[in-house]
């Protein structure tokens, strides 16, 4: 596979040096913390490994709001053979992130699905025929959080690839101030791992009701993960909030 898109505008000096310097940092920082978190439970991994042993390229996705350490999960299953892919948006920022994530083993594609959906859905599409799994948040990248878009129905409709779902929760966490209200697990926190059945969809399949049923697999999911852990978190912001 080709290397992906750099950024849309080239970095000034003074940003690249930055990076450089900062993106090491952060790698550290996200290391130290996922390893002083104590996974206690996890629940359908044995879905994962079925893929992983036939050697099937997946579509692993999780609400934007559970995605630090589901993405942790991820990038530890690199061992089991599991090669995780990141859609990074091609802007600046954008270009720290990339940095960070592929400096911790992951595939990065840059592109965005508001700005550049096109050629982000092409990047995605030929990774998966490579064997990268890339990891979906259905809710993002602007919300509303906990609504599924179209968009990854299609992407695994039109690659075959079976979407995992799944979720984590943690007895102690920050979140932060966005419209979905991320949750990143405090040092030495207790955290539930939930994975879901593999969810395949054929041609000819109803998009939007296939969104629902996959929106409502991840809302039982992560219900699930808060309630292993006795979590009950703000939720993300969409016009009605899920049930706990």
Do not use: N
């Amino acid at each position: 596979m080709k290397p992906s898109a750099p950024p849309e505008t080239p970095l000034p000096r003074t940003t690249r040096l930055w990076m450089t310097l900062v993106a090491p940092l952060l790698r550290w920082v996200a290391r130290a913390l996922l390893a002083s978190c104590r996974i206690e439970r996890v629940d359908g991994d044995a879905h994962l490994a079925t893929l992983l042993e036939a050697d099937q390229a997946m579509l692993p996705c999780c609400w934007h709001q559970r995605l630090s350490v589901s993405v942790g999960y991820l990038l530890r299953a690199r061992t089991r053979g599991l090669r995780p892919g990141f859609l990074v948006s091609p802007s600046h920022d954008g270009e720290l992130v990339a940095r960070v994530v592929a400096g911790m083993g992951a595939t990065i594609l840059r592109g965005s699905a508001t700005r550049t959906g096109a050629r982000a859905l092409r990047e995605m599409y030929g990774c998966i025929r490579e064997g990268v799994s890339p990891v979906i948040h259905p809710d993002g990248p602007h919300g509303p959080a906990g609504r599924v878009k179209t968009g990854t129905i299609m992407l695994a409709q039109m690659t075959r690839a079976p979407l995992l779902p799944m979720a984590f929760s943690a007895d102690r966490y920050w979140q932060l101030g966005s419209w979905d209200r991320v949750m990143i697990p405090k040092p030495f926190a207790r955290v539930a791992v939930t994975i879901g059945a593999p969810l395949s969809i054929a041609r000819g399949d109803d998009i939007e009701a296939r969104a629902v049923e996959l929106g409502e697999r991840l809302d039982a999911l992560t219900v699930a993960a808060d309630r292993h852990v006795g979590a009950s978190p703000q939720p993300g912001r969409r016009q009605s909030t899920r049930k706990q």
